[in-house]
């Protein structure tokens, strides 16, 4: 459910929020104002306005009723010429908000249509408007979009119209002097701010529930399937290009290892964030702001294949979610790359010397991968425990990478957000050598019999035996013969 302030601001109304009910509308145009007011005259929503001040008087209500209020017969007709703000009413419903948001980064439009749920989004721009700062913004937002010549003021949006809403939410946190820093720049903004909201929300293991409600809303418009198994994990699955490339696993955990302390504040000195007060929960927010930033990518990369992401419970109390996670969600999975890991260069590639979580090629791809990019501090090592050790017992070819924080489970806990990115970073550019990355793991699953043994239920891994002992292949044979 969205709040009201985010029913506003994906119409294009620019409010400011005094509190979740009440707003200030004196920077927003009169005609707007009135709109807004009879549009809840429509829905039937108690409010007062009076001295500039919105009141509501109840909950907000679903966006599907909302827009049923806006979307009056004459919206859309036509994008007044000239203006600085244009009136919301004259826009599409599906576009107003994005069409706000461009005009108020100083982005001129002159003309726009939503598709209308069955064509592609489209925006004109006037001739004055810097195309080039159009085109980084929508980039940085991981928007799929191309200029439209003849007009090389036109550009279209490839994606279906209830996506602009989210697009116009995203915009809203766009400051002007962004647009002078670059598109690199704003895509590291836009994920700095994504993960402080994490960080904001507490849920320590088995009270994960707001947490994973957060993480769900924003993961939802990224993929095809999203779902909350029995346990209280949650699942999700996105489809890239044709489909015909390796299913690749995300994995990150929802819960931490303790709440946070109320009212505390994060400290920010320069890139490293710490807890005014209690943990500060970069173990694992950080891992999870890495995939729902990975998962924002994927629209415009150039990867083919499936993702699954896996926001795992209760990890921090014995890797229980990921032990209770249906079998059958990893049936076709090829490989997995999870993100709780210490410190900003480890690619951990088995759980001490006790258990191998891939063929040591399988990490060195990524050594390689770092290294092409220019992040050469990145190698294999040898770890703790982690969800890892789940999906390396399942037959799966699993890594885990550093996240950035130090100090987990205490006071002392810091994030290094520049290493976080790095992740990030890290994790696009493997995906984006999908071919070299699919060959890697065909290799891999050409392996000689005489070198599997079994070491979990009916599972199939492949281990060097002079390195490891495999000590559950007695317990599962005699379960076999019972």
Known sequence: ??????????????????????????????????????SLDVANVDYTFCDGVLTIARPPISEKQ????????????????????????????????????LNRLGLRTVSCCDGHGEGLPRIYFDNQTNMEKVMQLF????????????????VTLRMNRERLLDLAESMRNVQVDWLEQGEQYIQKMFFLQE????????????????????????????????????YGNLLAQKKCKTGHGPTILL??????????????????????WSSSEGILGADDRAGVAVLLEMAKW????????????VFTVEEECGLVGARKLE???????????????????????????????????YGQFFEQVARDIGLTHWTCTAGGSSDTRIWAEHGIQSVNLSAGYEWEHTDDERLDTDA??????????VLTQSRDFSRMLRDLRRVDRNDLCYVGRNDLRRVDRKVVKVERVSKVKSKQME
């Open 139 to 154: 980039r940085a937002l991981h928007v799929n979009v191309r200029l439209s010549p003849p007009y090389s003021h036109r």
């Open 195 to 230: 993960l402080e909201q994490l960080l904001s929300v507490s849920g320590e293991s088995g009270n994960e529930e707001d947490i994973r409600a957060v993480v769900y809303e924003k993961l939802k418009p990224y993929v095809d399937h999203i779902t909350v198994d029995r």
């Open 251 to 272: 994995n990150a955990h929802l819960d931490t290892v303790e709440a946070f302390a109320p009212g505390r504040t994060i400290v920010k000195q320069g890139a490293i």
């Open 420 to 429: 976080c990115y790095g992740t990030v970073q890290l994790i696009q550019a």
């Open 66 to 101: 909302w827009l049923k209020a806006v979307d009056v017969p004459w919206r859309g007709v036509s994008e007044s010429l000239g203006l600085e703000e244009p009136n919301v009413f004259e826009l599409d419903t599906y576009m107003s908000g994005i069409i706000r948001e």
């Open 327 to 361: 079998e059958y969600f990893l049936w076709d999975v090829d490989a997995a790359i999870v993100v709780d890991r210490r410190g900003s260069g480890d690619i951990v590639t088995s759980c001490g010397t006790i258990q191998p979580f891939c063929d040591i090629r």
């Open 1 to 38: 459910m969205k709040t009201w302030n985010q029913l506003f601001i994906r119409q294009g109304f620019i409010l400011e929020e005094k509190s979740p009910n009440e707003f200030i509308c004196t920077n927003e145009k009169k005609e707007n104002v009135e709109f807004l007011l009879k």
């Open 298 to 309: 994927l629209d415009t990369s150039s990867f083919n294949g499936t993702i699954k992401f």
